[in-house]
């Protein structure tokens, strides 16, 4: 309007300039969505009981056990560590399965009539952390639990060869805590 032109000009600037901002969110937001679909992490979660080749009655067990679950068998959390954006981690044990999601791969389920040992360890690791064009090198440890398959030496692996199934945690006292509830399963820690 400062420079003589009419109200009209003005009209077409704001609604250009909203559908300018308009078109690049709706964009964003196709890209967006389809990695924040709750069926996504659904799939994710059915290739763990996939891969572990539960029977149609071992799943309908695990479904009740995990829909029984109270809060005195199971941690919530959150990631705190490189790259992890703080995002919310969960830890379930019931009967007959350790359950941990959130982490990478998002879903980790294991039997524990499976498992003949679990052993608690810690790695020293480097991380690279991007933010703002700028790279720079973070060291962590993580605090690991790792899950021995009964079955080890008929598949060839010795007791020094790494673990079928692993946790892992940047924080020691949730992978201590995560320990505890492990204990009571029955199957040895050391």
């Known amino acids: 309007m400062i420079g003589g032109s009419g109200a009209e000009d003005v009209l077409y600037s704001a609604l ?25 992490y659904g799939r994710k979660i059915d290739k763990n009981v996939r891969a572990l080749g539960l029977g149609e009655s071992e799943r309908e067990l695990l479904a009740r056990e995990m829909l029984e679950a109270d809060e005195s068998h199971g941690i919530s959390y959150t990631i705190t560590g490189p790259g992890s954006k ?18 990478t791969p998002y879903s980790i389920l294991v039997r524990l009539s499976d498992i003949a040992e679990i052993r608690q360890g810690q790695e020293k690791k ?21 899950f021995y398959r009964r079955d080890r030496l008929e598949r060839g692996l010795a007791k020094k060869d790494l673990p079928d199934e692993a946790f892992g945690f940047f924080d020691e006292g949730i992978r201590d805590r995560v320990l505890e509830l492990l204990k009571e399963s029955g199957i040895p820690v050391s």
């Open 16 to 40: 250009g300039g909203f559908l300018a901002g308009f078109f690049v969110s709706a964009i964003y937001l196709a890209v967006l969505f389809p990695a924040l679909n709750p069926k996504r």
């Open 86 to 103: 703080d995002t919310p981690g969960r830890f379930v044990l019931t009967p007959h399965f350790a359950f941990l999601e959130g982490s």
């Open 126 to 146: 480097t991380a690279t952390v991007r933010s703002g064009g700028r790279s720079r090198l973070c060291f962590f440890t993580l605090y690991t639990i790792g």
